[in-house]
């Protein structure tokens, strides 16, 4: 269409209502009852039924938390790491970290690769694997940065849909409220495994073993590899052998979920048994890895999925097929996190430092464990609590009913999630007595 | 055949490595789980920077990815990132975002879009969370699509960037394309895009591409872009654009924001996905918006709340560190004043080497026209080349691009751009 010359001498109003006018001339409008029955061209949108979706009960818990102005007020809600004085802690190794980052002015920070930064991912996998592992010496399996734990299994979750022949996962019961989310908007279905036991607060080792005696042949299985969210309840050595050999006999997929690794007992390597121990056997499995809290990243969300493949050759493939799954969601990981990691795992002695932060943490949180029993216990609060110090990382399952919990939140101003996890980060030495209050009262006077 | 050349034509060959540590019974169950894994195609576009590094040739020319480069053919970090680095390091602590991101973040990267006094900012109407950079805008935008409009499809220009098709295809929305680029004349086609503007179902959605488009450069003049907005209010078709490069088309963010400022004019309630990975350098850390306008404060927290939900499966929560240097940037005067002044130099230059490979080409006695260098806008010249010639060119001159023809000014530099006319002329003369 060649500019009309006539309309180089209107206005541009003119202009407009000339070229619409045009249109409808040649028949723009076979339909013409449709320009006054449209919503939008009164302006309503096209997502005005769009209904309010529920509020994540995890984070929801920090929200009224911040509302509520009793100075007295704990929050034991979200898994994040606070000190003894209730502050959020960088570590210090991070923190030189990201000083040497920031005073290297020769460092790119264009695009990383769609899998993310090379170095980060093997020494992701060595921390995870242990630098023997046969997988890594044998150069078969595929790592990719992802946005943290979430991230790591939702692409792991995304490529099993696309790319494995079964499309069901089973998850333990109880587990992260947002693992059965991840796993079902990419696609999978999915089951449960009896996992936790109330009476015992314990593990359900029966039932767990019945449950996945009884999943089809090849279907996927979520483990956390240690520090289980939210129990704190852990398979013993022999319970994991037992569980790795049912798994491999019925040709299930391991997905591990490792979210805490060094954070549960103090030791990087105590914390992987569980997955070397089924990498070790030869056998495919995924891992998810997160940084948030064992290196404290948690906003910068680091973290990685490893894919462990039977030969090179495959897990070539595996990695080519990961970044089609990667490309269209956000085309490649953030830079800044996985930088700060691979700064401090790639430097002996910052490697050495974070450990001695490592253990810090999870000793203070070992040490309210201890706390907390002995003021519960001192105040002959009715039922068994030893379990408060056999549970193990970040969380203890109380045992407390959704009841009790809202009356800690009303009456003593504790937050914490429905399910009575309480957040073991979120307590100090000076809380303890207030909680442990809490804790009786609503035991002795709700059912 | 140079190992680039095999790299670039997606010729890898594979090692298989012996195992030789499985024991009988592993054996056994050596599954065959990912037998039928194919390999998946190389990205076209990130392929041709990997073509590029394994390439030892010494006069080698990157023209292929979009990240800007100076006059030294360096990578930069703006002055106004590395001193919000500066402020960031040390002082502040790595604690969740909430889920829609970081909320300061969020408002003034909406006034950068919608301007500093838009009654949708003031009435709180705009559905906005923090995404990883523009993709993640997209990608997020096209879920939800999916999911509350699952009988849409999306009308795509023709052509776009290429990962704008992977989107779509994986949110399981159904793409169609409408006209765009008129080969001919290197420019818009004008009166195509206006027919399919036309024939499309009434109430259709449409990818816009809000400035500077890529790969091609060719934006509609303002009074196109009224003219596209009021046939869409006819039409009443929906608007998404894509912001990619807002102040780094023309140097000025406000000029580059005008096709939504037009469409705001007129009543659209559009939605936008912006990025900062060009405009401010912040490339790897993956930081951007998507926004939807709606007609009230209610609706826009349902909305809000929707895309939190589909982010929260897929990554939780967005991450801290791009945000905060974006959120110090903007609201410090000084910073930002930087930041425009820093923005405008890096557009200036592309606009340089554009005139200075157009001269160069016109000086060789080139008898093709090579006027859409200059016409064209933003970081991409879509020179007109066919694929034949963009091999000669990587084959024969060692520079790199797009096979679609693209060129991304970014990588042209005073020091190479005699190289680079000469090696076009050489090879579009035959």
């Given at each position: 269409?060649?500019?009309?010359?006539?309309?180089?001498?209107?206005?541009?109003?003119?202009?407009?209502?000339?070229?619409?006018?045009?249109?409808?001339?040649?028949?723009?409008?076979?339909?013409?009852?449709?320009?006054?029955?449209?919503?939008?061209?009164?302006?309503?949108?096209?997502?005005?039924?769009?209904?309010?979706?529920?509020?994540?009960?995890?984070?929801?818990?920090?929200?009224?938390?911040?509302?509520?102005?009793?100075?007295?007020?704990?929050?034991?809600?979200?898994?994040?790491?606070?000190?003894?004085?209730?502050?959020?802690?960088?570590?210090?190794?991070?923190?030189?970290?990201?000083?040497?980052?920031?005073?290297?002015?020769?460092?790119?920070?264009?695009?990383?690769?769609?899998?993310?930064?090379?170095?980060?991912?093997?020494?992701?996998?060595?921390?995870?694997?242990?630098?023997?592992?046969?997988?890594?010496?044998?150069?078969?399996?595929?790592?990719?940065?992802?946005?943290?734990?979430?991230?790591?299994?939702?692409?792991?979750?995304?490529?099993?849909?696309?790319?494995?022949?079964?499309?069901?996962?089973?998850?333990?019961?109880?587990?992260?409220?947002?693992?059965?989310?991840?796993?079902?908007?990419?696609?999978?279905?999915?089951?449960?495994?009896?996992?936790?036991?109330?009476?015992?607060?314990?593990?359900?080792?029966?039932?767990?073993?019945?449950?996945?005696?009884?999943?089809?042949?090849?279907?996927?299985?979520?483990?956390?590899?240690?520090?289980?969210?939210?129990?704190?309840?852990?398979?013993?050595?022999?319970?994991?052998?037992?569980?790795?050999?049912?798994?491999?006999?019925?040709?299930?997929?391991?997905?591990?979920?490792?979210?805490?690794?060094?954070?549960?007992?103090?030791?990087?390597?105590?914390?992987?048994?569980?997955?070397?121990?089924?990498?070790?056997?030869?056998?495919?499995?995924?891992?998810?890895?997160?940084?948030?809290?064992?290196?404290?990243?948690?906003?910068?969300?680091?973290?990685?999925?490893?894919?462990?493949?039977?030969?090179?050759?495959?897990?070539?493939?595996?990695?080519?097929?990961?970044?089609?799954?990667?490309?269209p969601m956000y085309s490649n990981p953030p830079i800044h996190g996985a930088s700060i990691v691979t700064t401090i795992l790639k430097d002996r002695n910052m490697f050495y430092e974070w450990k001695l932060e490592l253990k810090?943490?999870?000793?203070?949180?070992?040490?309210?464990?201890?706390?907390?029993?002995?003021?519960?216990?001192?105040?002959?609060?009715?039922?068994?609590?030893?379990?408060?110090?056999?549970?193990?990382?970040?969380?203890?399952?109380?045992?407390?009913?959704?009841?009790?919990?809202?009356?800690?939140?009303?009456?003593?101003?504790?937050?914490?999630?429905?399910?009575?996890?309480?957040?073991?980060?979120?307590?100090?030495?000076?809380?303890?007595?207030?909680?442990?209050?809490?804790?009786?009262?609503?035991?002795?006077?709700?059912? | 055949?140079?190992?680039?050349?095999?790299?670039?034509?997606?010729?890898?060959?594979?090692?298989?490595?012996?195992?030789?540590?499985?024991?009988?019974?592993?054996?056994?169950?050596?599954?065959?789980?990912?037998?039928?894994?194919?390999?998946?195609?190389?990205?076209?576009?990130?392929?041709?920077?990997?073509?590029?590094?394994?390439?030892?040739?010494?006069?080698?020319?990157?023209?292929?990815?979009?990240?800007?480069?100076?006059?030294?053919?360096?990578?930069?970090?703006?002055?106004?990132?590395?001193?919000?680095?500066?402020?960031?390091?040390?002082?502040?602590?790595?604690?969740?975002?909430?889920?829609?991101?970081?909320?300061?973040?969020?408002?003034?990267?909406l006034k950068l879009a919608y301007g500093d006094e838009s009654e949708y900012i003031s009435n709180n109407k705009i559905a906005a969370v923090q995404t990883l950079s523009g993709t993640g805008a997209c990608y997020l935008f096209?879920?939800?699509?999916?999911?509350?409009?699952?009988?849409?499809?999306?009308?795509?220009?023709?052509?776009?960037?290429?990962?704008?098709?992977?989107?779509?295809?994986?949110?399981?929305?159904?793409?169609?394309?409408?006209?765009?680029?008129?080969?001919?004349?290197?420019?818009?086609?004008?009166?195509?895009?206006?027919?399919?503007?036309?024939?499309?179902?009434?109430?259709?959605?449409?990818?816009?591409?809000?400035?500077?488009?890529?790969?091609?450069?060719?934006?509609?003049?303002?009074?196109?872009?009224?003219?596209?907005?009021?046939?869409?209010?006819?039409?009443?078709?929906?608007?998404?654009?894509?912001?990619?490069?807002?102040?780094?088309?023309?140097?000025?963010?406000?000029?580059?924001?005008?096709?939504?400022?037009?469409?705001?004019?007129?009543?659209?309630?559009?939605?936008?996905?912006?990025?900062?990975?060009?405009?401010?350098?912040?490339?790897?850390?993956?930081?951007?918006?998507?926004?939807?306008?709606?007609?009230?404060?209610?609706?826009?927290?349902?909305?809000?709340?929707?895309?939190?939900?589909?982010?929260?499966?897929?990554?939780?929560?967005?991450?801290?560190?791009?945000?905060?240097?974006?959120?110090?940037?903007?609201?410090?005067?000084?910073?930002?004043?930087?930041?425009?002044?820093?923005?405008?130099?890096?557009?200036?230059?592309?606009?340089?080497?554009?005139?200075?490979?157009?001269?160069?080409?016109?000086?060789?006695?080139?008898?093709?026209?090579?006027?859409?260098?200059?016409?064209?806008?933003?970081?991409?010249?879509?020179?007109?080349?066919?694929?034949?010639?963009?091999?000669?060119?990587?084959?024969?001159?060692?520079?790199?691009?797009?096979?679609?023809?693209?060129?991304?000014?970014?990588?042209?530099?005073?020091?190479?751009?005699?190289?680079?006319?000469?090696?076009?002329?050489?090879?579009?003369?035959?």
């Amino acid at each position: 269409m060649d500019i009309d010359r006539t309309n180089v001498i209107m206005s541009p109003l003119e202009r407009r209502l000339n070229t619409i006018s045009r249109h409808l001339i040649q028949g723009c409008f076979s339909d013409s009852t449709s320009i006054v029955a449209s919503p939008a061209f009164y302006g309503a949108s096209v997502f005005q039924n769009v209904a309010q979706a529920p509020e994540d009960p995890i984070l929801g818990v920090t929200v009224a938390f911040n509302k509520d102005p009793s100075p007295l007020k704990l929050n034991l809600g979200v898994g994040a790491y606070r000190t003894e004085e209730g502050k959020p802690l960088v570590l210090n190794v991070v923190r030189r970290a990201e000083q040497l980052l920031v005073n290297d002015l020769y460092r790119k920070k264009e695009y990383l690769p769609i899998t993310g930064l090379s170095d980060f991912n093997k020494l992701s996998a060595k921390l995870i694997l242990g630098s023997e592992s046969p997988a890594i010496l044998e150069n078969r399996l595929a790592t990719a940065q992802c946005l943290s734990g979430t991230g790591s299994l939702r692409v792991g979750a995304e490529f099993l849909t696309k790319h494995y022949h079964q499309r069901t996962i089973y998850i333990p019961v109880p587990t992260w409220g947002n693992h059965p989310k991840i796993f079902m908007m990419a696609g999978l279905s999915v089951k449960t495994y009896r996992y936790y036991d109330p009476t015992t607060h314990g593990l359900n080792f029966k039932g767990l073993l019945e449950d996945l005696s009884a999943a089809p042949n090849g279907a996927i299985v979520l483990l956390h590899a240690c520090a289980h969210n939210p129990t704190g309840v852990d398979p013993t050595q022999d319970q994991w052998e037992h569980i790795r050999q049912l798994i491999r006999s019925k040709n299930l997929l391991p997905f591990f979920d490792s979210a805490y690794q060094g954070f549960a007992s103090g030791s990087l390597d105590t914390d992987a048994q569980s997955v070397r121990m089924f990498v070790a056997d030869g056998g495919d499995c995924l891992v998810a890895q997160s940084y948030a809290k064992n290196m404290g990243l948690y906003g910068e969300r680091v973290g990685a999925l490893t894919i462990v493949c039977k030969t090179t050759d495959v897990a070539r493939k595996v990695e080519s097929q990961m970044k089609l799954v990667i490309r269209p969601m956000y085309s490649n990981p953030p830079i800044h996190g996985a930088s700060i990691v691979t700064t401090i795992l790639k430097d002996r002695n910052m490697f050495y430092e974070w450990k001695l932060e490592l253990k810090a943490m999870a000793d203070r949180i070992i040490s309210m464990r201890r706390q907390l029993y002995d003021a519960v216990s001192a105040r002959g609060t009715p039922g068994t609590w030893n379990h408060i110090i056999k549970q193990i990382g970040m969380f203890t399952f109380t045992g407390l009913n959704s009841k009790q919990v809202s009356f800690m939140t009303s009456e003593y101003h504790i937050y914490l999630t429905s399910d009575g996890r309480i957040s073991m980060a979120g307590l100090s030495s000076d809380k303890v007595p207030h909680l442990a209050d809490a804790i009786h009262a609503a035991v002795t006077s709700i059912a | 055949m140079t190992t680039a050349k095999a790299i670039r034509r997606g010729l890898a060959t594979y090692v298989t490595y012996r195992s030789y540590f499985l024991d009988s019974s592993s054996k056994r169950m050596m599954s065959t789980w990912w037998r039928r894994v194919e390999p998946a195609p190389k990205d076209p576009i990130l392929g041709v920077t990997e073509a590029f590094l394994a390439d030892r040739h010494p006069h080698k020319v990157n023209v292929g990815v979009g990240a800007y480069r100076n006059d030294d053919g360096r990578s930069v970090v703006l002055e106004c990132v590395r001193e919000a680095e500066r402020v960031i390091s040390g002082n502040t602590n790595m604690e969740y975002l909430p889920m829609g991101g970081n909320q300061t973040f969020v408002e003034e990267t909406l006034k950068l879009a919608y301007g500093d006094e838009s009654e949708y900012i003031s009435n709180n109407k705009i559905a906005a969370v923090q995404t990883l950079s523009g993709t993640g805008a997209c990608y997020l935008f096209a879920k939800f699509q999916r999911r509350f409009q699952s009988n849409s499809r999306v009308y795509i220009p023709i052509p776009t960037w290429s990962n704008h098709h992977n989107i779509w295809r994986d949110a399981q929305v159904p793409q169609r394309s409408f006209h765009y680029y008129h080969a001919e004349s290197r420019g818009l086609d004008f009166p195509s895009l206006m027919d399919d503007i036309k024939n499309a179902p009434s109430g259709s959605f449409f990818m816009l591409h809000a400035c500077a488009h890529n790969p091609t450069g060719v934006d509609p003049s303002e009074e196109q872009w009224r003219e596209i907005s009021y046939l869409f209010k006819i039409k009443n078709h929906f608007a998404f654009f894509d912001m990619a490069y807002q102040g780094f088309a023309s140097g000025n963010t406000e000029k580059d924001a005008e096709a939504i400022r037009i469409f705001l004019k007129d009543g659209h309630l559009i939605a936008c996905a912006q990025s900062y990975a060009k405009n401010m350098g912040l490339y790897g850390q993956r930081v951007g918006c998507l926004s939807i306008l709606c007609e009230n404060e209610l609706q826009a927290l349902a909305v809000k709340s929707q895309l939190q939900q589909i982010a929260g499966s897929m990554y939780g929560n967005p991450p801290l560190h791009g945000s905060l240097i974006v959120s110090i940037i903007l609201t410090n005067p000084d910073l930002k004043k930087l930041w425009l002044k820093e923005v405008k130099g890096m557009a200036d230059r592309i606009i340089d080497m554009r005139i200075a490979l157009r001269e160069n080409l016109e000086n060789l006695g080139s008898s093709i026209s090579w006027e859409h260098i200059t016409n064209q806008i933003g970081m991409f010249c879509f020179s007109g080349m066919t694929p034949e010639q963009v091999d000669q060119l990587t084959d024969r001159y060692h520079i790199y691009m797009t096979r679609n023809g693209r060129i991304s000014m970014a990588g042209v530099t005073t020091g190479n751009v005699r190289y680079i006319a000469e090696a076009i002329h050489k090879v579009t003369r035959s």
